[in-house]
């Protein structure tokens, strides 16, 4: 009997200690994480509005959490999550206009996040990834500047995805033998497209932010 008791006192000071630790841990690397996923988003926005001047975090989480599921299901737009809004200012103060992370959760290798920076009037500047974890050689081809490049600079409202060579501007030649990662990508950009026109557009127009 006293030799279980030892062993559970044993066991329950090891999983003590071991807690303590990690929760050591975690308090000592929250913060430079924190700095450094906030570092990395703002070298995002400025990827993809760099004549921007700064980054103003105004929108209410609410508005941000807004149900859209229905909207985008609407537009074939499955799996993609809004997940954060900046507006972009130039030195004056004037909006130029978003930078809008998306989450697509369709990706081959796990989810696959970007930051869209979209106009006033609707031009994609151009994404910057903040997460992707496709196939070496194939699906990680999307941070190649012949994929994404492809939505620099263009003014539409929903890019449409192509195997056989884009013969359009709102046309994106997928990656070959990528699709997946190709359409996960295209997705989180019409999302935010449409977020951008649907729910930012109805604050732009008279709602409050």
Known sequence: MNRIINDTLRIFLITLIAGVLLGATYMITKEPIAEAEKKAKIEAYSMVFEDAADFHDDWDASIIDASYGELFESQGIEGVTVNEVVTAVDKDGAVL?????????????????????????????????????????????????????????????????????????????????????????????????????????????????
């Open 97 to 209: 206009g978003y930078c809008i992370t998306a989450t697509s959760s369709k990706g081959y290798g796990g989810d696959v996040t970007i930051v869209v920076g979209i106009r006033n009037d609707n031009t994609v500047n151009g994404i910057s990834f903040l997460t992707l974890n496709e196939t070496p050689g194939l699906g990680m081809k999307a941070k190649e500047e012949r994929f994404y490049s492809q939505f620099a600079n263009i003014k539409t409202e929903k890019f449409r995805l192509t195997k056989s060579g884009a013969s359009s501007e709102d046309e994106i030649d997928a990656i070959s033998g990528a699709t997946r990662t190709s359409n996960a990508v295209t997705s989180s950009v019409n999302g935010a497209l449409l977020y951008k026109n649907s729910v930012l557009g109805y604050y732009e127009d008279g709602g409050d932010n």
